[in-house]
Nanobody, 124 residues
Framework: VQLQASGGGLVQAGDSLRLSCAVP???????VSWFRQAPGKEREFVAA????????SYADSVKGRFTISRDNAKTTVSLQMNSLKPEDTAVYYC???????????????????WGQGTLVTVSS
């Protein structure tokens, strides 16, 4: 399963941006998540959505500012990012897995399928 991430760009602090992840064969994905990786830092969990039921989970750093959602008809997962901060600057990746369990959502090594990444730059 090859995921396709898009929607990154250069914005100013306080602006909003919406990322999208196309999930081919989404029926095989139990969870779809977003991760991000800033220069010199490890890849970190941002948000996850369970395809069946739509339950969500967020990192504390983005809770209240970011919203993850899925569109069953379009088989896409979106990440609406509001009130962006310079520290949100990173390459954002979407990831999916058909067997992952909720306790492993924040572990990037638990995912088998990844998108190519899209760069988000937030200027101060």
């Amino acid at each position: 399963v090859q995921l396709q991430a898009s929607g990154g760009g250069l914005v100013q602090a306080g602006d909003s941006l919406r990322l999208s992840c196309a999930v081919p064969g989404r029926t095989f994905s139990r969870y779809v998540s977003w991760f991000r990786q800033a220069p010199g830092k490890e890849r970190e969990f941002v948000a996850a959505v369970k395809w069946s039921g739509g339950s969500t989970s967020y990192a504390d750093s983005v809770k209240g500012r970011f919203t993850i959602s899925r569109d069953n008809a379009k088989t896409t997962v979106s990440l609406q990012m509001n009130s962006l901060k310079p520290e949100d600057t990173a390459v954002y990746y979407c990831a999916a897995d058909s067997r992952i369990i909720s306790s492993s959502l924040r572990d990037p090594h638990a995912y088998d399928h990844w998108g190519q990444g899209t760069l988000v730059t937030v200027s101060s």
